[in-house]
């Protein structure tokens, strides 16, 4: 029966997790992080009859309507007890700063099919030597980039365009047009990508990689971001107090593109919402607002990306917090 309660603290205790490490980075502080490793509940049961009668009958009157000649009842205890595991160590590092993964790059892809690009933006820093404005020291206007990502996209909802493996499991695209107007798409995302190669018969197979792993002409050459990046670019999504700007708490973003995929509210009084993320850091709350679906659906995917890069606690060996809890 508790396993519904168990279920929501953890997934709400994650999401301030989450914030929390967005904020810490923001101000340039240390950090740290829990993984639940196992949850494990005891269910006690007990059951007790009674029954009470007069012996006396002079006494009668005294108890008589006072006592319950049968009278029983079932108790049921639950103690949880949950243990963590301190996320840390050189796997938990590589996997930090690392750049992410050709497969955790298209799985991601997946999951923001039907988003707005910018979500997808947050992972990858570069096409084929286009970079990402997010990521450019100056903040410079989206351009071709943003151009290439939205056709990209584009292509992948109607059919157009699909990643497949050779027989030696090296990636590669695969685009098949049936009409002219895919085919004009195809071709302008050929031509933002610096790519001479167009397609035959109405087919075009193209290799696909991240850039890591060596520079291809007539390719899609992907650069992508490592966790630490893309936290850093949600803390450029964090309303700073003017204060703290003042004080040299933190310094102001260097970050002059407007396109920020979320928004990081702050507030001197915790903020309403049953769905609103929230923590408490130097006086003040900073929240994503449950009024405000496109940064909720964007905190969601980070939520995602973080677990699906960071959250592999069974291959740690580090020691376990148990906490019984009641």
Request: aromatic share 8%; with cysteine.
């Amino acid at each position: 029966m508790g396993r519904g309660v168990y279920n929501e603290v953890i997934n709400r205790t994650e999401s301030e997790q989450l914030l929390n490490m967005i904020v810490h980075e923001r101000y340039k502080e240390t950090y740290g992080m829990l993984a639940v490793a196992s949850v494990t509940a005891s269910i006690r049961a007990s059951a007790d009859l009674r029954a009470e009668f007069g012996l006396s009958r002079t006494l009668k009157k005294d108890y008589d309507g006072n006592i319950v000649p049968l009278a029983g009842g079932v108790a049921f205890e639950e103690n949880p007890t949950i243990s963590y595991v301190p996320l840390g160590g050189e796997k938990f590092v590589q996997r930090l700063l690392g750049p992410l993964s050709f497969e955790e790059m298209l799985l991601m892809a997946e999951y923001a099919r039907h988003w707005r690009h910018g979500y997808l933006a947050i992972g990858i820093n570069s096409i084929n030597g286009m970079r990402n404005p997010r990521f450019t020291p100056d903040g410079t206007e989206p351009t071709e980039f943003d151009r290439a990502l939205d056709l990209w996209q584009h292509l992948r909802r109607v059919g157009v365009l699909r990643v497949a493996r050779d027989p030696n499991s090296r990636f590669q695209v695969v685009a098949e047009v049936d009409d002219a107007e895919h085919e004009k798409a195809l071709v302008e995302l050929l031509e933002v990508t610096r790519i001479s190669k167009r397609p035959s018969d109405g087919r075009l197979v193209l290799p696909a990689r991240v850039a890591t792993d060596g520079w291809l002409p007539d390719a899609f050459n992907f650069g992508t971001n490592s966790v630490m990046a893309i936290l850093r670019a949600a803390g450029n999504c964090i309303e700073i107090p003017e204060s703290h700007l003042k004080a040299g708490i933190v310094e102001a973003s260097v970050d002059r593109f407007e396109g920020r995929f979320m928004r990081i509210r702050t507030s001197r009084i915790r903020p309403r919402g049953e769905g609103t993320v929230a923590i408490q850091y130097r006086g003040r709350w900073y929240y994503v607002d449950d009024a405000d679906p496109d940064s909720k659906q964007a905190f969601l995917f980070l939520r995602v990306l973080v677990g699906l890069r960071l959250h592999k606690p069974g291959q740690e060996k580090a020691p376990v917090l148990t906490i019984p809890v009641g």
